[in-house]
C-alpha cells in the first residue's frame, strides 16, 4: 500500500521552530519530486515547497523562503520540512505530497502546525 504519513506539527511560540516529517512506504522517495502544502482556515491550499528527484533542487514560496528547509533521507524513505522563525500566519495544516504523472498523486493526512503565544 502505497502511504505518506506526516507528524511533527504542534503548538509552538512566535519564533520557535518545528520539523515535520512525511514518511513513505509503497514507493521510494527518491524516485519522485516531494512537496510540502498547507492550508488555512478559510484559505486555499498553498505549495510552499518543493525537493525535485534530480539533483535533490528545492524551490519555496516566497512567504517561508529563508525560513523553512525541504530535505529527504533517502535511506529512511522520509522527506522533512525544518521550519525555523514561526510566525502565527504559518499556522495551518501541512501535507506531504509525491506527484505522479499517470497514477494519482500521493498525498499525506496533513499534520497541524500552530503558531501562537
Known amino acids: 500500500q502505497v502511504q505518506l504519513v506526516e507528524s511533527g506539527g504542534g503548538l509552538v511560540q512566535p519564533g520557535g521552530s518545528l520539523r515535520l516529517s512525511c514518511a513513505a512506504s509503497?514507493?521510494?522517495?527518491?524516485?519522485?519530486?516531494m512537496n510540502w502544502y498547507r492550508q488555512a482556515p478559510g484559505k486555499e491550499r498553498e505549495l510552499v515547497a518543493t525537493i525535485t528527484t534530480i539533483g535533490g533542487s528545492t524551490n519555496y514560496a516566497d512567504s517561508v523562503k529563508g525560513r523553512f528547509t525541504i530535505s529527504r533521507d533517502n535511506a529512511k524513505n522520509t522527506g522533512y520540512l525544518q521550519m525555523n522563525s514561526l510566525k502565527p500566519e504559518d499556522t495551518a495544516v501541512y501535507y506531504c505530497?509525491?506527484?505522479?504523472?499517470?497514477?494519482?498523486?500521493?498525498w499525506g493526512q496533513g499534520t497541524q502546525v500552530t503558531v501562537s503565544s
Open positions: 505530497n509525491v506527484p505522479r504523472t499517470i497514477l494519482p498523486d500521493i
Open positions: 509503497g514507493l521510494t522517495i527518491n524516485r519522485y519530486a
